[in-house]
């Protein structure tokens, strides 16, 4: 019998979408996602997520099944469900002719938050975005990657239990998606339950702790990415070096498929029968001293391949 998680701050219980031409959009989908989760939901275009995201945040009906958001029913109990979360979508949705401020202040009133208390927590945030000289400005003097960090800012002063976002840095430059990530990271650390949609791999494989993965509107895989990582039979990682060496040094690694890249970090492939350790050591042996050693976003993409064949 499926378990299903009391007060999980997301339950999708057989959960299916029909749109009105009669596309099955979301196929009885159950999952639970649990407290301080990091969840990334992947899938290739038109596999369902946002239909399912969609239901989740009570933006789209649901044709069958149940979702509960910390308890409560989001077709039955809309209000207190939306209450626990805040959602990030993929539009920038402001009045664009509004203050700065007053965008924060006017969501922290829908809130019960006072204008004093909403600056008080959007201060340090606005000012890590860049944000903070620039709050009695209207937002249409921003440019689109600062509306979108508005947006999140405005997301997180509600101080949510649960955050859901859209593809929060498609088109972003790399600074305002390193922003975002930190912040992201300093909630997450903090107890935030996050999801979040994307088609950056790094990113999912930077911020995540568990994946689920769509499609043709079916869960395919829902684990940790821990545990789906240990389950591939190659597994991919990214060196970093204390300083810079070439392709050309990198010869004797060819059985791990080394390769340099446009970062300045050096890809390795490890399969089953080799292991990382005996790498690290063969590297230190050629005289390449190792600044960092992380998975790379590659594991998501063979994962991704694999569920999605
Ligand atoms: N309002 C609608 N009416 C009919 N079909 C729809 C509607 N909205 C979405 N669909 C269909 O449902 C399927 C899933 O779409 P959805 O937008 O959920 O995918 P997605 O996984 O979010 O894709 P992407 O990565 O491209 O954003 C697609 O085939 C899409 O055409
Ligand atoms: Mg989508």
């Not at 996602?33 to 290739?44: A, C, E, M």
Request: charged content about 25%; overall charge positive.
């Amino acid at each position: 019998m499926e378990q299903t998680v009391i007060d999980a701050p997301i339950s999708v219980s057989k959960v299916s979408k029909t749109y009105k031409d009669g596309f099955r959009a979301v196929k009885n989908v159950s999952f639970d996602i649990r407290k301080g989760d990091f969840t990334v939901l992947l899938g290739l275009n038109g596999a369902g997520k946002t239909s399912l995201i969609s239901m989740i945040t009570g933006l789209n009906k649901i044709s069958s099944g149940v979702i509960q958001i910390f308890g409560d029913d989001i077709t039955r109990s809309p209000y207190r469900a939306k209450s626990h979360m805040a959602i990030m979508p993929q539009e920038i949705n402001f009045n664009l002719f509004s203050k700065i401020s007053d965008v924060l202040i006017f969501h922290g009133g829908y809130y019960g938050i006072s204008p004093e208390k909403v600056m008080q927590r959007a201060r340090p945030l606005l000012k890590k975005a860049r944000l903070l000289k620039k709050i009695d400005q209207p937002v249409s003097s921003l440019s689109g990657g600062m509306k979108r960090m508005l947006m999140l800012i405005r997301c997180l002063i509600q101080n949510p239990k649960l955050l859901i976002l859209d593809e929060p840095t498609a088109n972003l430059d790399i600074e305002i998606r390193k922003t975002i990530w930190e912040i992201l990271r300093a909630e997450h650390k903090k107890g935030m339950t996050t999801v979040l949609t994307t088609h950056n791999l790094e990113e999912a494989q930077l911020l995540c702790t568990n994946v689920l993965i769509l499609h043709h509107g079916e869960i395919v895989l829902d684990r940790s990415i821990e545990d789906a990582i240990q389950s591939l039979e190659e597994k991919f990682y990214s060196v970093s070096f204390e300083s810079k060496i070439t392709q050309k040094q990198l010869h004797g690694f060819s059985s791990y498929h080394a390769e340099m890249r446009e970062d300045g970090k050096a890809s390795f492939c490890i399969r089953s029968d080799q292991d990382i350790g005996h790498l690290i050591y063969k590297l230190h042996l050629a005289g390449h001293k190792i600044a960092h050693v992380a998975p790379s976003s590659h594991q998501l993409e063979q994962l991704l391949h694999q569920a999605t064949l």
